[in-house]
């Protein structure tokens, strides 16, 4: 367990990802999310919410979260491609 490395793992991947990361958050820190993002610029998107904290995105900015997150989704599907 003391090896495992999220920004080591996100180097390879071609699976878009979206990493959600709260200003306030204090488990984490919010740079955290940078350093993984760097790994791999191309697949990792990054938001950092303001006021939020650790897994409190939603709670900080409900429509936003729901406007951000599904619409990544629909950005990311062949779907949501063929409608945009």
Known sequence: MEK??????????????LLIHGEKD?????YHSDLIQARNPSSVE???VPGAVHTGAHHAAPREFERRV?????SHTSVGRINN
């Open 70 to 74: 599904l619409g990544w989704f629909a």
């Open 46 to 48: 990054v938001w950092k």
């Open 4 to 17: 495992a490395s999220s920004a080591d793992a996100i180097a390879q991947v071609r699976t878009p990802v």
């Open 26 to 30: 204090r488990n984490i820190p919010p």
